[in-house]
């Protein structure tokens, strides 16, 4: 049985979590965790997430109490790192799905996981893990006059753009192209007007209504393009994976790992 705290469990993903906690087998809620401003503070976890137990949500600074063996974290960047520095205090694993991190805030991602285990994915749906290989197999093999383009859509209420996936979809083919992806990434085409270059990955965005996820890696040329899209359709598979996650990582040693490395992908 692994026992994991759930922070950010007023949100849409803290929902989905606490949902997967109780259905994935071998997984037990230790507690759910919302900020000690949040009006869900020691609200009833059934009024969050109908299938679960009546008992209350605790403020995150008490995380440290709670003795999870797996804290989880879907929140925003500054949230995720107080979140981080309770798991380093406490020793305690942490999964990682937040996005939009800056460099420095990776950067102290990577310094947290030489003291304890960490698995960090900006996707933990097994479609897109799988997904992230083909892309490399698509930059390796397809001639190299291919132009690379990346689409994803998301809910309005997302803030981050372009998503966690689509930089990641766009890091996989820079690494099999052998490129650097900052210099190849183009975000914006309205104020540079000149013509796609093949040494370049373009990226663009959709916020509308209540798209769950979708992405697509474009490689097209003259006479043919090739398409490879992932849709979710419930957020519940990326808070499965999640939970998978805590349980492959609850005896691991200290070290970041990703969702490929949880499934066996690498
Ligand atoms: N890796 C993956 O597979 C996936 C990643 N995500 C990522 O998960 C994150 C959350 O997404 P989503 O659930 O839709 O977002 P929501 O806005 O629904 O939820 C965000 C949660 O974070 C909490 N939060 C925000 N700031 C802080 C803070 N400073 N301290 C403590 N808690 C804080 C919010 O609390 P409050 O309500 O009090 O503000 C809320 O509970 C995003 O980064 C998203 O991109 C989403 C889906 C899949
Ligand atoms: O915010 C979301 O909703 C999602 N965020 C992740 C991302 O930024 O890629 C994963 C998923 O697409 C949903």
Redesign the pocket.
Known sequence: MTKIGV????????QALIEAVEIEQGAQLAAAF??SS?PFLETPIKALQPVHSSELTFS?EEAKECHAEVLID???P??ML?HLKTAIDNKVPMVI????LADDEMAQLREAAKVIPIVF????SVGVNLLLNLVQTAATKLADEMDIEIFEAHHR??I?APS?TALAIGEAIAEAKGWDHDEVARYDRSSDHTAKSQDEIGYSVLRAGDIVGEHTAYFATMGERLELTHKAAS?LT?ASGAVRAAQWLKNKPAGLYDMQDVLGLK
């Open positions: 922070f950010g469990a007023n949100g849409r993903m803290g919302v900020r949040s995150d879907f929140t925003l500054q949230g107080v799905g937040t996005t939009g994915a900006r996707n933990f209420n997302k981050d966690g957020r990326f």
